[in-house]
């Protein structure tokens, strides 16, 4: 399983804020320094996060301004066409033309009414260009800030991995573990990849016969420590006394007879033991 540093960083009673960390390098560093590290970098992307989000909000405001700005004048001057076209039609028959308002803009006395309504018109094309271009551009700066969190998020999770993991590739990169989080579907309650599961996944195989090799060279070490203690011990003795300094022994058996035959001490315990001898 991998190292909650979450739970790590939050429990300061079993991890306290002198404990030392050794790196891969050979650096120390503590606890306490890695949770002020963390805290910093929380805050500076919650800090980060917080302007854009009042960034956009003015932003919105101004958009949604705009946008009900540009929604009444395009009631008013609906108000006015119908108002004109109203009082046109009391006294003139309806035109055949496509445009019902061609007569109207030929006649002198209408003419600038009419280049009034199209001056109103061409503002209010103009006015919807500029809202839909900054709406366009609302809409980028979100996204951008999406993808700004998703890749600082990634690298994030990328380097909380354990760098001297012995079942760790060689070769793994942050693409690599993004791409393969992807493609089998590994994501978190935010709908992001979750490259930590993504990496136990990955390892699992790897790790399984590590613990296997592991295990297997424990007992191997258990066995030979056991061989080398029994080794250390002393042997068994016989009983007998020790062999007296300069001694040799017979060679053979008729050696052994003719030696016990001419020890004088010997025959005195034989005749001792026997009771010939008192």
């Not at 109103?120 to 700066?141: F, H, M």
Request: proline fraction near 6%; avoid cysteine; charged fraction near 30%.
């Amino acid at each position: 399983m991998p190292t909650d540093f979450k739970k790590i960083f939050a429990d300061k009673t079993k991890y306290p804020d002198t404990m030392k960390l050794v790196l891969g390098d050979g650096v120390e560093v503590t606890l306490a320094e890695l949770r002020d590290y963390d805290a910093s970098v929380g805050q500076a992307l919650s800090k980060e996060l917080e302007t854009q989000r009042k960034a956009l909000e003015v932003e919105q405001t101004k958009v949604a301004t705009a946008t009900q700005n540009v929604a009444q004048m395009w009631a008013n001057l609906e108000e006015q066409r119908k108002a004109l076209a109203a009082q046109m039609s009391q006294n003139t028959p309806q035109p055949t033309s496509n445009n019902p308002l061609q007569k109207y803009e030929e006649d002198d006395v209408f003419r600038p009414v009419m280049q009034h309504i199209h001056g109103i018109e061409s503002k209010t094309e103009t006015a919807l260009k500029d809202v839909t271009s900054k709406l366009d551009q609302v809409v980028k700066s979100i996204a951008q800030m999406g993808s700004t969190y998703m890749g600082d998020k990634a690298r994030m999770d990328f380097n909380s991995l354990p760098a001297d993991d012995p079942v760790r590739p060689k070769d793994l990169n942050l693409d690599t573990l993004y791409k393969f989080a992807v493609e089998r579907s590994i994501y978190d309650r935010n709908n992001l990849p979750d490259l930590r599961e993504a990496y136990s996944r990955l390892t699992a195989d790897a790790r399984h016969q590590h613990e296997l090799a592991e295990a297997r060279k424990d007992e191997r070490n258990k066995v030979e420590s056991e061989i080398r203690e029994g080794a250390m011990l002393p042997r068994p003795v016989s009983g007998l006394p020790p062999v007296p300094e300069g001694f040799k022994p017979p060679i053979n058996m008729a050696d052994a007879f003719s030696r016990a035959g001419s020890d004088r001490e010997l025959w005195k315990n034989i005749n001792i033991a026997s009771g010939l001898l008192q």
